[in-house]
């Protein structure tokens, strides 16, 4: 009797510390808001600001539906299903935190059309992962409580009356979670602004947690989500710092130039569309004015070019004692001062970005890589109808992430990579391949024609990973910076970057043995910033401290001729001002307006437009997350400055991807 006694006692006991469905409820809650406060501390995002009020009012909505949907069977079940539940909602933290970590960018389903790089990708991916592990475990903590305390877990079923109290207690804290946006206005990247009208992920995750806008991405993923277009006169006067040609007290007024426009009837467009978005973007592109001809209209006319998309190019590279060649392009001919290379959805933006002048918006991933759309600007269609030849190479496989599709869309029906032809040429067997050696293998393709050359390359050897021996590269240049005093992935970055530098020597070595360097323009663009650096490594070689957000990005745009004067210009440019810029010089018959970069030489005002709406412009930077304005020279602007520009950056970004979804230069100019 005396033993039955002890044993019901220890029973009773146990029983004490059982961990039950209402204290399931509070540690769900707690666990859900962990996840999202360390996350925001291990990507440097901001801790208590009025996003934490959105967070907290979605994760007791979230608490509530978790606990509605593992409350229906017996212990043993529910515990798997809500075992599952933690799991899957930990590792989406996770998945976030690695591809922050490698990219500086966020994980949305678009990627899921880039599954070659994700591929390509996950040697590395497994290697971040042990380098970040820690930060990783600190994340699936709770979970790992949760495992240990599995025994102390009773989550038993509930009756139907219980579930209706559940489900009616998420309904109202969802409400009042969507009644607390109007507590910060509709301004533009505002809470109701993003949840109804802008698609950005990167401020969905800063503003709304990491699973809530996951929830978002699915949602309009599966059902679409058409945005919202700011049209209105504060855009169209956005202008006003343009220079204006006809001002009639200008004494040294400038002679009449016309715009860079096509002959367009879009009131005839506008009356016959039925399709509603595309009828706005009608409307969009009518009150645009496009830009103005200059006195650099036509200065190439005429001549060869051969434009580069480097990889991972960035102006960190560029030293005169490690990279000469580029030092010398860089700093003469054309000199950009202020231009950058936004990271957006890693090469594949870069890219899209250079050859198509529009931003990188989320969405354009699947239609640009099928290679279906029309593009009557595509760079090797504009320069076929002048009367040149063009080629296209890279060196490393042709078929990745469909280069070979996009690259035929815009004209290039000879593109050569290895497995279509180049690996005959080149060792196509080391990681990364190399630049020279592509350089070596193909000037001879174009440089002794009767016909001017337009020859586009996109290299590899500059790739991570970064290490001295493990980059073959890196390993071939690996004395070259021996005596200098950086850590090894720096110094591994640098020795890849030499080999373009060495790329380029030859080229231009080529040129000049065959008499075409002077009637030659070298233009070299990087896809984005070396992210397998981390941002303190990218800061030991940088000549000042960099940002995560803008400064990390800041770039060079060569556009090089051996026989022209230096030209400085301090004008804020990116990727997209590339394509109109490049038109404008050599004499492109094209539509500025239709184009959303623009030429970086004509009056129209700078802008640099980054993944997560963040913007530098001639006066100065926007970080969207927080909402700062930092004025470029210390002066103050007016708020209707950072309004408008707002208003201007929005509708740059969504109709660049209402372009691809509509294919909208098809439905305007036809083939």
């Known amino acids: 009797m005396c033993a039955l006694n002890v044993v019901k006692g220890m029973e009773l006991s146990m029983e004490k510390y059982k961990i039950k469905n209402g204290n399931i409820l509070l540690f769900t809650l707690l666990i859900l808001l962990y996840l999202e406060i360390v996350f925001r501390l291990l990507t440097k995002g901001v801790v208590f600001d009025i996003s934490l009020l959105y967070v907290f009012l979605y994760t007791v909505f979230t608490t509530l539906l978790v606990y509605f949907l593992v409350t229906w069977g017996s212990n043993r079940v529910n515990k798997v299903i809500y075992y599952v539940t933690i799991f899957g909602i930990t590792f989406i933290y996770g998945l976030q935190l690695c591809i922050y970590k490698m990219f500086g960018f966020y994980f949305d389903l678009s990627l899921l059309w880039a599954t070659d790089q994700v591929m390509s990708f996950a040697g590395d991916g497994l290697t971040l992962i042990l380098e970040n592990i820690l930060e990783i475990l600190l994340l699936f903590l709770p979970f790992i409580v949760l495992l240990i305390l599995n025994k102390k877990l009773v989550i038993s079923k509930r009756n139907g009356k219980e579930h209706i109290g559940l489900l009616a207690g998420s309904i109202f804290v969802y409400i009042l979670f969507i009644g607390s946006f109007y507590l910060n206005g509709n301004a533009i990247n505002s809470a109701r602004d993003l949840y109804f009208n802008v698609s950005n992920n990167e401020l969905n995750i800063r503003k709304f947690g990491v699973l809530n806008a996951f929830r978002i991405d699915i949602k309009r993923t599966i059902f679409g989500f058409e945005g919202k277009l700011n049209i209105t006169d504060d855009y169209v006067d956005q202008d006003v710092d343009k220079d204006d040609p006809d001002e009639e007290d200008n004494e040294d007024k400038e002679p009449e130039y016309g715009y860079h426009r096509l002959d367009v009837d879009f009131d005839s467009l506008i009356a016959n569309e039925s399709n509603s978005t595309v009828r706005m973007m009608h409307e969009y592109f009518k009150q645009e004015s496009g830009t103005l001809e200059n ?72 239609s640009w890589k099928s290679g279906e759309n029309a593009y009557p600007f595509g760079i090797a269609t504009a320069f076929q109808k002048m009367g040149y030849n063009t080629y296209a190479y890279h060196n490393h496989t042709y078929t990745f992430q469909s280069r070979n599709k996009y690259l035929a869309a815009l004209g290039f029906d000879n593109f050569l990579g290895c497995r279509n032809g180049l690996e005959k040429r080149i060792n196509c067997n080391q990681w990364p391949e190399s630049d020279v050696e592509m350089i070596k293998a193909t000037v001879s393709d174009y440089i002794n024609q009767d016909e001017p050359f337009m020859v586009y390359y996109a290299t590899v050897s500059g790739h991570g990973d970064y290490g001295l021996d493990s980059n073959a590269m890196s390993y071939k240049h690996k004395d070259d910076v021996a005596g200098l005093n950086y850590s090894e992935k720096p110094l591994s970055y640098l020795a890849a970057q030499i080999e373009l530098d060495r790329a380029l020597a030859l080229l231009i070595e080529k040129l000049d043995e065959a008499g075409e360097l002077e009637d030659t323009v070298i233009a070299l663009v990087g896809d984005h910033y070396p992210y397998y650096l981390s941002l303190d490594e990218v800061n030991e070689l940088a000549s000042y401290e960099k940002d995560s957000v803008v400064e990390v990005n800041r770039s060079n745009f060569i556009l090089w001729n051996s026989e022209m004067e230096t030209v400085n210009v301090d004008k804020v440019g990116s990727q997209i001002d590339v394509l109109p810029t490049i038109y404008n010089l050599f004499g492109v018959e094209y539509d500025s307006r239709l184009i959303i970069g623009k030429d970086i030489l004509s009056t129209e005002p700078g802008v640099a437009i980054f993944g997560n709406s963040s913007w530098v412009s001639d006066k100065g930077t926007y970080y969207a997350s927080s909402g700062k304005f930092v004025s470029r020279d210390g002066s103050s602007v007016d708020s209707d400055y950072v309004r408008t520009m707002n208003n201007v950056v929005s509708n740059k970004i969504l109709i660049s991807r209402y372009i691809m979804e509509n294919d909208y230069y098809r439905k305007v100019l036809g083939e």
């Open 295 to 366: 006195e650099y209209t036509n200065y190439f006319k005429g001549k060869n070019l051969i434009l580069f998309m480097a990889e991972s190019f960035n102006e960190i590279a560029v030293r005169e004692d490690v990279t000469p060649t580029l030092y010398q392009l860089v700093n003469s001919g054309f000199k950009f001062n202020n231009f950058y290379t936004p990271t957006i959805s890693s090469t594949i933006g870069g890219e899209f970005q250079e050859l198509t002048g529009l931003v990188a918006a989320s969405g354009f991933l699947s």
